[in-house]
């Protein structure tokens, strides 16, 4: 999808606009996530905060919650005090996928 997106500049009139993406994934059911405990609402909240990493750390890529390493009330708790922060290591398995490059818009 990051590739069909940023694959073709939008012509705005005077110059072409590069478009891309950013976007924030969870596998579910969320390995290590105890079964049951991490609801749509937590979910939710997980690709969310994903999706703004992205956002932080460069735009036009995807980061994937491909995992708990900590136990759903603690990732939860974390996320709530962090905000659409950085979180601390060793709670999330994390993927990220990069869009193309983009030339700059003339």
């Known amino acids: 999808m990051l ?23 969870v596998y579910l059911p969320c390995p290590g996530a105890e079964s049951g405990a991490l609801d749509w609402q937590g979910a939710l909240r997980l690709a969310d905060w994903a999706l ?6 460069g735009r036009n890529q995807a980061w994937i919650v491909t995992g708990l390493l900590a136990p759903v009330p603690a990732v939860l708790a974390d996320l709530d005090g962090a ?22 818009s003339a």
């Not at 005077?14 to 993406?21: E, I, K, P, R, W």
């Not at 905000?83 to 490059?101: I, K, M, Q, T, Y």
């Open 52 to 57: 703004y990493h992205g956002k932080e750390n």
């Open 3 to 25: 590739d069909a997106v940023g694959a073709t500049p939008v012509d705005a009139g005077s110059c072409q606009v590069a478009v891309t993406l950013s976007a924030g994934v």
């Open 83 to 104: 905000g659409h922060g950085s979180l601390p290591p060793g709670l999330l398995d994390l993927h990220c996928v990069r869009g193309p490059r983009q030339q700059d």
